[in-house]
T-cell receptor
Framework: EDQVTQSPEALRLQEGESSSLNCSYTVSGLRGLFWYRQDPGKGPEFLFTLYSAGEEKEKERLKATLTKKESFLHITAPKPEDSATYLCAVYDSNYQLIWGAGTKLIIKP | GAGVSQSPSNKVTEKGKDVELRCDPISGHTALYWYRQRLGQGLEFLIYFQGNSAPDKSGLPSDRFSAERTGESVSTLTIQRTQQEDSAVYLC?????????????????FGPGTRLTVT
């Protein structure tokens, strides 16, 4: 069964403390992996699309990487405004987008 | 440019009443998606449209839920005889195409959601 699992469920960091969020997937024939950010009371905001193993994309303090089984969202020197829930999603073999449950990131000043 | 908009932003209704939720996608986006998100939980896929056609309705929770899209633009999600378990945020998203059209991925852009509370 196609699955997307995100870990940890929640992560508390001090401002400036770098870390990584994980998204592992079990789909055959990856057709794209997406990272989104969701703030409370808002819809998800698109961050990155990754297509093939070895691919990396960066935006400000965020860098997303992809292997054959998982993706990492690296956060370098985070600020309180980076606090949000980060969602990962992949397409399955039926062209349905499967969403992970998300990682709630809290950055303390 | 304008993003995805949804209305109303909040809706409180009594159990048993029907509700209609509206989504205006980004202009030119042929694909439109509806999701449900219960408090503190992940996204639950409901239905998608490619143009005005909905190839897969299997995500709709029950026959009380229906959706339509006209003119490759506005979509409405209708919930009949609402129940308390229908309380959630209903999110709409649009993308240029669905993956099935050109076998490549297109990112989805989300609206702010409609918070539905059934009392």
């Amino acid at each position: 069964e196609d699955q997307v699992t995100q870990s940890p469920e929640a992560l508390r960091l001090q401002e400036g403390e770098s870390s990584s969020l994980n998204c592992s997937y079990t789909v055959s024939g990856l057709r794209g992996l997406f990272w989104y950010r969701q703030d409370p009371g808002k819809g998800p905001e698109f961050l990155f699309t990754l297509y093939s193993a070895g691919e990396e994309k960066e935006k400000e303090r965020l860098k997303a990487t992809l292997t054959k089984k998982e993706s990492f969202l690296h956060i370098t020197a985070p600020k309180p405004e980076d606090s949000a829930t980060y969602l990962c999603a992949v397409y399955d073999s039926n062209y349905q987008l499967i969403w992970g449950a998300g990682t709630k990131l809290i950055i303390k000043p | 440019g304008a993003g995805v908009s949804q209305s109303p932003s909040n809706k409180v209704t009594e159990k048993g009443k029907d509700v209609e939720l509206r989504c205006d996608p980004i202009s030119g986006h042929t694909a439109l998606y509806w999701y449900r998100q219960r408090l503190g939980q992940g996204l639950e896929f409901l239905i998608y449209f490619q143009g005005n056609s909905a190839p897969d309705k299997s995500g709709l929770p029950s026959d009380r839920f229906s959706a339509e899209r006209t003119g490759e633009s506005v979509s409405t999600l209708t919930i009949q005889r609402t129940q308390q378990e229908d309380s959630a945020v209903y999110l709409c998203a649009s993308s240029l195409f669905t993956i099935a059209v050109f076998a490549r991925s297109y990112e989805q852009y989300f609206g702010p959601g409609t918070r539905l509370t059934v009392t």
